[in-house]
């Protein structure tokens, strides 16, 4: 179990710019959920696949957000014309999904800072 | 609408002690409760949980009572250590479905050497 990996850590971006994030899940878990979490607030929920059908979006996820699991593996989020209020840390998030309240694994998540 | 609360946004307690951090829900289709501790730089990490057929729940020095008639859980870490500061979530799922999670705004414990 290496853990749930997300890349980069940190990125900072102007205003308007398009970002990238990528979150490899654990191997054997086929749920995989994206929060975002923003200062003195827990994490929000944001999308959540199972496999690589992208199963719910939060309506917190505008439609400059887009998130793909191509392959039912690794996972990105893109964010375009990307604002201020985006700033936030973007969590990842995996399960094996097996029985109920089995717990969520989270990634240390990406820091974005839009200025 | 907050359907997880935690209305402590920071505890401070001596080591050796106990620590108490309440958390409260208003969806009654929540059926699975957890909690989850988070150090900073680094994602959360899952603690304990309870199922909604049960009032508590133990391991080791943690222990989380559920109320359903009030709507309310508890964590109770006896004896605290200075290494359990960190920000504590409650969170919650409902019965079925996909486990999306809900969590609350989180209470900061620090313990005190």
């Known amino acids: 179990d290496t853990g749930v990996s997300q890349d980069p850590r940190h990125k900072i971006t102007k205003r308007g710019q398009n970002v990238t994030f990528r979150c490899d899940p654990i191997?054997?878990?086929?749920?995989l959920y994206w929060y975002r979490q923003t200062l003195g607030q827990g994490p929000e929920f944001l999308t959540y696949?199972?496999?690589?059908?992208?199963?719910?979006k939060s309506r917190l996820l505008s439609d400059r957000f887009s998130a793909e699991r191509p392959k039912g593996s690794f996972s990105t989020l893109e964010i375009q014309r990307t604002e201020q209020g985006d700033s936030a840390m973007y969590l990842c998030?995996?399960?094996?999904?097996?029985?109920?309240?089995?717990?969520?694994?989270f990634g240390n998540g990406t820091r974005l800072t839009v200025t | 609408d907050q359907q997880v609360k935690q209305n402590s946004p920071s505890l401070s307690v001596q080591e050796g002690r106990i620590s108490i951090l309440n958390c409260d829900y208003t969806?009654?289709?929540?059926?699975?409760f957890l909690w989850y501790k988070k150090y900073p730089a680094e994602g959360p990490t899952f603690l304990i949980s309870?199922?909604?057929?049960?009032d508590k729940n133990e391991d080791g020095r943690f222990t989380v009572f559920l109320n359903k008639s009030a709507k309310h859980l508890s964590l109770h870490i006896v004896p605290s250590q200075p290494g359990d500061s960190a920000v504590y979530f409650c969170?919650?799922?409902?019965?079925?479905?996909?486990?999306?999670?809900?969590f609350g705004t989180g209470t900061k414990l620090q313990v005190i050497p």
């Open positions: 998030a995996s399960s094996p999904g097996q029985g109920a309240g089995s717990p969520l694994h």
């Open positions: 191997s054997e878990h086929n749920r």
């Open positions: 696949f199972q496999n690589e059908a992208q199963l719910e």
């Open positions: 969806n009654s289709m929540f059926d699975y």
């Open positions: 309870i199922s909604s057929i049960k």
């Open positions: 969170a919650a799922s409902e019965a079925g479905g996909y486990q999306k999670v809900t």
